[in-house]
């Protein structure tokens, strides 16, 4: 069995010792997170190792980002997905943990309510990732495990489910 969990932590350094605290009382196998705020070179990694976990992310500036946190090796790093999204947008990141595909999205809807300009963005994602997951897995394993955030047109899916390589969410 694998403990996982997924938190839109809004700023990893402003919630740090939130997660820190939360990892050393729950010990999660998994940890996703989005909306981590903060450039690759600013990610608080020493402080997570100290910890005991290892973390991998794709971060930006103010915005997005995302990471993926864990005692185990994380293994088969991957980011980015299709075209979908302006470059250099830190939004997907996917690992394999304990031989378990891990996807951890952050897919926010924008800001312009007439689905042109930011927003606008979202509309082929829904073919890319099923290029993404769709037949095989990103990465190799009996199934995957998606979390993460997606809003698109005005509604927000919070992702957290297990699909079977038979597309039958367990």
Avoid at 67 to 87: F, K, M, N, Q, Y
Avoid at 92 to 118: E, K, S
Wanted: glycine content about 10%; hydrophobic content about 40%; aromatic content about 8%.
């Amino acid at each position: 069995m694998l403990k996982a969990a997924s938190f839109n932590v809004n700023s990893i350094r402003a919630r740090l010792e939130l997660v820190l605290d939360w990892l050393a009382r729950e010990r999660p196998d998994v940890l996703c997170l989005q909306e981590t705020k903060v450039e690759d070179g600013d990610f608080p990694l020493q402080e997570l190792q100290r910890a005991g976990y290892n973390a991998v992310f794709k971060g930006q500036k103010l915005y997005n980002g995302v990471a993926v946190v864990s005692p185990h090796p994380l293994e088969e790093v991957r980011t980015g997905i299709g075209d979908w999204a302006e470059p250099g947008e830190a939004r997907l990141i996917a690992v394999a943990v304990r031989g378990l595909p891990v996807v951890n999205t952050y897919i926010p809807q924008g800001r312009d309510p007439i689905f042109t300009g930011p927003v606008s963005h979202t509309f082929p994602w829904p073919g890319d990732a099923g290029v993404f997951f769709d037949p095989k897995p990103v990465v190799t394993g009996p199934g995957q495990v998606i979390f993460g955030i997606l809003a698109v047109f005005g509604v927000v899916v919070l992702c957290c489910c297990r699909k079977m390589r038979t597309g039958r969410p367990t």
